[in-house]
């Protein structure tokens, strides 16, 4: 049982029950009130499978992503390149495990989708109260010199940071894609629909970005394109409910 947050005399309590023959958690929500040491809630149930709630940018985990990638590609890779990688390595983590690996903000630009905090830590951009986050990725990754679209790996990959899950998806993210050039990246990228559904906004645009909904990403490309993680109309239904449930649990701890 762990406490997650307090407001007055009441706080919402998480209650996790594993089902081992799924590999799957129960996550239970309640409010207590601390006055009667009661449930003065009732028990929502909601579907996991690997870590607890989580509602924001895990930037050790967006670095060692970018760190793991680049090492993939001997040290050195295009920016572009590594940011789609990236992106398909959420797209699978999402469909099989229901939740993005680092929740990065994904955004649909002219070139495809975009961690808005992976690409923060790429070109050093401190705002966004990401200061923190840019010293962090400044001891695993660095930009090279004379030429600005690509970096570099300069530390091993702390892979204490990274789950099972998280390293499969990356991994299948890089055979998958990985020999696959920045553009042709991108290009492949338009087919998905989470970006699909913004193409006309974006086809004359350079500047334009509109937030992906994450729950897009359980919607398949054209059938000559790989889905990451394929799904069944029923499992994708399933999964597309429990993602929405768990959006609403974690607006509670905002």
Same mark, same amino acid.
């Given at each position: 049982?762990?406490?997650?947050?307090?407001?007055?005399?009441?706080?919402?309590?998480?209650?996790?029950?594993?089902?081992?023959?799924?590999?799957?958690?129960?996550?239970?929500?309640?409010?207590?009130?601390?006055?009667?040491?009661?449930?003065?809630?009732?028990?929502?149930?909601?579907?996991?499978?690997?870590?607890?709630?989580?509602?924001?940018?895990?930037?050790?985990?967006?670095?060692?992503?970018?760190?793991?990638?680049?090492?993939?590609?001997?040290?050195?890779?295009?920016?572009?390149?590594?940011?789609?990688?990236?992106?398909?390595?959420?797209?699978?983590?999402?469909?099989?495990?229901?939740?993005?690996?680092?929740?990065?903000?994904?955004?649909?630009?002219?070139?495809?989708?975009?961690?808005?905090?992976?690409?923060?830590?790429?070109?050093?951009?401190?705002?966004?109260?990401?200061?923190?986050?840019?010293?962090?990725?400044?001891?695993?990754?660095?930009?090279? +010199?004379?030429?600005? #679209?690509?970096?570099?790996? &300069?530390?091993?990959?702390?892979?204490?940071? $990274? %789950?099972?899950? /998280?390293? @499969?998806?990356?991994?299948?993210?890089?055979?998958?894609?990985?020999?696959?050039?920045?553009?042709?990246?991108?290009?492949?990228?338009?087919?998905?629909?989470?970006?699909?559904?913004?193409?006309?906004?974006?086809?004359?645009?350079?500047?334009?970005?509109?937030?992906?909904? +994450?729950?897009?990403? #359980?919607?398949?490309?054209? &059938?000559?394109?790989?889905?990451?993680?394929? $799904? %069944?109309?029923? /499992?994708? @239904?399933?999964?597309?409910?429990?993602?929405?449930?768990?959006?609403?649990?974690?607006?509670?701890?905002?």
């Amino acid at each position: 049982m762990a406490i997650d947050s307090c407001t007055g005399v009441d706080f919402w309590v998480r209650f996790v029950q594993w089902d081992w023959t799924k590999n799957l958690s129960t996550c239970y929500v309640e409010r207590v009130s601390t006055r009667h040491r009661a449930c003065v809630g009732k028990r929502t149930p909601f579907l996991l499978t690997t870590s607890l709630v989580t509602d924001s940018f895990n930037f050790e985990k967006a670095t060692q992503i970018l760190n793991v990638i680049a090492q993939n590609a001997g040290g050195t890779i295009n920016k572009m390149k590594a940011i789609k990688i990236a992106f398909f390595a959420d797209r699978y983590h999402i469909r099989k495990f229901g939740r993005t690996i680092s929740g990065d903000k994904l955004v649909a630009m002219k070139h495809g989708p975009v961690g808005s905090g992976s690409r923060d830590l790429l070109e050093k951009n401190g705002n966004h109260g990401r200061a923190q986050a840019c010293e962090y990725a400044d001891e695993f990754i660095e930009s090279v +010199e004379d030429h600005r #679209f690509y970096y570099r790996s &300069i530390q091993d990959v702390d892979e204490s940071v $990274l %789950s099972e899950s /998280e390293l @499969e998806a990356i991994k299948f993210a890089w055979e998958k894609f990985g020999s696959l050039k920045e553009f042709d990246l991108a290009n492949l990228t338009h087919q998905y629909p989470e970006w699909k559904k913004y193409e006309k906004f974006l086809k004359n645009s350079n500047t334009g970005k509109y937030d992906i909904a +994450e729950e897009d990403m #359980f919607d398949d490309p054209p &059938i000559y394109f790989d889905p990451c993680f394929k $799904l %069944s109309s029923e /499992e994708r @239904e399933i999964r597309r409910q429990y993602f929405q449930e768990r959006q609403r649990i974690e607006a509670l701890w905002r």
